[in-house]
């Protein structure tokens, strides 16, 4: 788990870095300082279960195990990339891996993910669907009525909320009226609001939530409280944060508390960590040069992969 | 058929340079003064600001009441601006980005267009939905769509579009008067450009289009951004001798017909361009009128030069071949010259 923080945390820092080298174009939503969320609820997933994602989506991608390599040219908007540069950040999809797609438009993960789960249910293939979504998704049709049909057709689906806090600006306690964990009632199904930047709680927490899914009996909502370190995008330096509040949860940082944990528990020494760091580090130079050296699409592809 | 405006006509003692936001946050600034039953709400056009700054500093000035940040919802931004319009408000309602207008289509198409004429004429909806559009942004095919063609097309609605700072605040504030309901779309790639903006009250009246170049051999047809990139062709043409001219028609909905017609007559060539898809874009209808009215006076086939039938690919290469430009455009004149010979 620590080497999936890892992995997300450096790949972003290095996409920020070619963004700003103005190597990518468009918005990056950066995940920094949830890594712990979408970490946690993966290894609670088997591999072939599926999962929807947001806009903000490099942590859910990397955590269901995409490679880096296709990630990065993806950004890069190169034919090597998970779409072929069609999609960008905010688009990208590993349908192989069981990764159903980041998404542009909020709350729209949730009635997809539903419907995977229906179909996991109609072939009684065993697999769970995760859907994570946003606190600022909360206040959507689609979450309404994605959970609630979830919750009536009784599909293996755990729902997700990544409470970092905010939407853009706008804090989750202005938009919504109550909080998404605490609906689960409203909507016939448990609900819990846990701690989303402690990734060993996270994984408990999903792991039960996912085996209940996969036993029959039912969707789970989840609201992983965490924080959006960044702002809501590359762009984005707008003041509406006190810095104090930023300043909190940095030092809640999850892959600063998992070191802390895992030091004081002796379950792993620094020098194990410095290894898989270095290991990181190899990946992501790696994906850039690969990224940096792949080609650029050619126009026949513009009208390519709109129909079967 | 007469142009009645001159937007970005030479610039008077009274004029300054602004960027097309600040026309129309101006626009909104000024009709919530003139009107306390005007409101503006939306994601993000108080603390934020607007995505694209529009609403910069309306929320400090007119408080909360007025300047409504709302939850992602869009479907009850469009519905609540249909009761609170119905009840006697003039609602501004602000779509983050066009893409989204389909969460609301059911309160903009069922609910909006069609309630006064449901109801005999016995309601009235003030309604101005605002929604920035188009490509360029290397924002992804969920963020630049061209949508203008699925509104246009619903009776009860107009559809406004604009090109310039002087053209968006003098119809957007139009728009805000209107006792129809307003479509009014914003391309995203012109928000930071700047024009020529008088510092007297002005407003643009609906339905009417504007040349924007005057030309003799070939009209094009268009409207938003690509009314730049037509302009920028009629600029290269005019080294090889084609003289272009340049109609805006600014309103979708109604489209001022005869001034479309008058151009065609006077230059016996057409080129309507569009950045939506080519294939039932709002430029067929275009096409569709002059071909109807103006037959006698073309020479040549009316050609279209519009987006790819694609969404809106990411990469920039792709998404600078979906839609038109300059070249493009300049090669369809060519074109429509060649057919007449
Ligand atoms: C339907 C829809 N409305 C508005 C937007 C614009 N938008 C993109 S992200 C965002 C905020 C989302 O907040 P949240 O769901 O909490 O996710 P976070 O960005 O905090 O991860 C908004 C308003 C959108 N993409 N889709
Ligand atoms: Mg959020």
Redesign the pocket.
């Known amino acids: 788990m620590y080497r999936t923080m890892r992995r997300i945390r450096r790949f972003e820092e290095a996409a920020e870095v070619a963004y700003r080298a103005a190597k990518m174009r468009g918005a990056l939503?950066f995940?920094i300082g949830?890594e712990a969320t979408a970490t946690g609820v993966c290894a609670a997933l088997n591999e072939g279960d599926f999962i929807t994602s947001?806009?903000?989506g490099h942590g859910h991608c990397i955590a269901k195990g995409a490679r880096l390599d296709k990630m990065m040219a993806e950004l890069y908007g190169r034919t090597t990339g998970y779409c072929g540069g069609k999609g960008g950040s905010m688009h990208i999809a590993d349908v192989a891996s069981g990764n159903l797609g980041a998404n542009?438009?909020?709350?729209?993960g949730v009635p997809i993910a539903v419907g995977a789960a229906l179909g996991s249910k109609l072939r009684n293939d065993g697999k769970v669907t995760v859907c994570f979504?946003?606190?600022?998704?909360?206040p959507?049709g689609?979450f309404h009525e994605g959970v609630n049909m979830g919750s009536v057709l009784n599909v293996p689906v755990v729902f997700v909320c990544?409470?970092?806090?905010?939407?853009?600006a706008?804090h989750?306690e202005y938009?919504n009226a109550a909080p998404v964990g605490d609906r689960g009632p409203a909507y016939g199904m448990p609900s819990e609001r846990i701690d989303g930047n402690d990734v060993f709680q996270v994984y408990e927490r999903a792991k039960v939530a996912i085996d209940r899914a996969r036993d029959g009996e039912g969707p789970t909502l989840i609201e992983a409280v965490t924080y959006?370190q960044k702002g809501?995008t590359i762009h984005d330096s707008k003041g509406y944060r006190d810095e104090e509040e930023i300043a909190k949860w940095i030092a809640q940082d999850p892959i600063e508390r998992f070191k802390r944990a895992v030091l004081e528990a002796k379950a792993l020494t620094e020098n194990d960590m410095q290894a898989i760091d270095d290991e990181v580090e190899e990946a992501i130079t790696q994906a850039e040069e690969f990224a940096e050296a792949s080609p650029w699409p050619t126009l026949d592809a513009i009208e390519q992969d709109v129909y079967v | 058929m007469a142009v009645t405006s001159a937007p970005d006509a030479p610039a008077e003692a009274a004029t300054r340079q602004i960027f097309m936001s600040q026309a129309l946050h101006e626009a909104l600034d000024e009709e919530m003064a003139r009107d306390p039953n005007v409101f503006v709400m939306g994601?993000?056009v108080g603390i934020w600001g607007g995505?694209y700054n529009v609403t910069a500093g309306l929320l400090e000035k007119w408080g909360e009441a007025r300047i409504i940040d709302t939850p992602?919802s869009?479907a009850a931004i469009g519905g609540a601006a249909v009761g609170a319009a119905v009840t006697g408000c003039r609602p501004v309602a602000e779509?983050?980005?066009s893409?989204?207008m389909g969460?609301a289509m059911d309160q903009i198409v069922n609910q909006a267009a069609k309630n006064r004429y449901m109801f005999g004429g016995a309601a009235k909806l003030p309604i101005t939905y605002r929604a920035p559009f188009g490509a360029g942004t290397g924002n992804a095919a969920?963020?630049t769509q061209s949508l203008e063609a699925w509104f246009a097309h619903v009776p009860g609605l107009k559809v406004v579009t604009c090109s310039s700072p002087h053209d968006a605040k003098g119809l957007l504030k139009s728009s805000i008067r209107e006792d129809n309901v307003v479509v009014f779309f914003e391309h995203k790639a012109i928000y930071s450009m700047r024009g020529p903006v008088p510092e007297d009250e002005y407003t643009i009246p609906l339905g009417m289009a504007d040349v924007k170049r005057e030309g003799s051999d070939v009209s094009v047809v268009t409207y938003a951004r690509q009314v730049h990139y037509a302009l920028e062709a009629a600029e290269q043409l005019a080294g090889e001798g084609i003289d272009v001219e340049v109609v805006d028609v600014r309103t979708l909905y109604p489209l001022d017909v005869d001034t479309i017609l008058a151009s065609v007559h006077k230059t016996n060539h057409a080129v309507v361009v569009y950045e939506a898809a080519r294939f039932g874009g709002f430029g067929a209808e275009i096409a569709s009128q002059i071909q109807e009215h103006g037959f006698d006076d073309l020479d040549a086939p009316v050609l279209r030069v519009a987006g790819s039938h694609s969404p809106i690919p990411f990469s920039e290469p792709l998404e600078k071949g979906a839609i038109p430009d300059p070249e493009r455009i300049a090669a369809a004149v060519r074109e429509s010259l060649q057919g007449s010979r």
């Open positions: 939503h995940y949830e947001t806009h903000r542009g438009i909020v709350g729209a979504f946003g606190d600022a998704a909360g959507t689609a990544e409470n970092n806090q905010y939407g853009m706008t989750t938009a959006r809501h | 994601e993000e995505a992602i869009e779509f983050m980005y893409d989204f969460i969920q963020h």
